[in-house]
């Protein structure tokens, strides 16, 4: 499978930006999905999560109550809605999928089998 994210870019804090991952290929979007975050000199970490076909979710606690993330199985894109951004919220995210038809929830990198090639999130104060 193919992720393409999409959405990134500048904005003040306290903004909102809507990121997008479209996946291609056999089984498409049929998979459990992730977005994770790398700040420049940090490691790459859990934002959000959601189960296929979607009726879970997790969220880092650090975006709980400001990120949103879904899916749209039909469109075969899942998304991350991201308000009431702040400064520490800059990093490149990227988009994740698991195994096909997978339940479980992709927490940490080593959950995920296929990575989109990241966008990048400024959030200026």
């Known amino acids: 499978v193919q992720l393409q994210a999409s959405g990134g870019g500048l904005v003040q804090a306290g903004g909102s930006l809507r990121l997008s991952c479209a996946a291609s290929?056999?089984?498409?979007?049929?998979?459990?999905m992730a977005w994770f975050r790398q700040a420049p000199g940090k490691e790459r970490g859990f934002v959000a999560a959601?189960?296929?076909?979607?009726?879970?979710?997790s969220y880092a606690d650090s975006v709980k109550g400001r990120f949103i993330i879904s899916r749209d199985n039909a469109k075969n894109t899942a998304y991350l809605q991201m308000n009431s951004l702040n400064p520490e919220d800059t990093a490149v995210y990227y988009c994740?999928?698991?195994?096909?038809?997978?339940?479980?929830?992709?927490?940490?990198?080593?959950?995920?089998?296929?990575w989109g090639q990241g966008t990048q999130v400024t959030v200026s104060s």
């Open positions: 994740a999928a698991g195994s096909p038809f997978s339940s479980r929830l992709l927490l940490t990198p080593s959950d995920v089998n296929y």
């Open positions: 290929g056999r089984t498409g979007i049929s998979r459990p």
């Open positions: 959601v189960t296929w076909p979607g009726l879970g979710t």
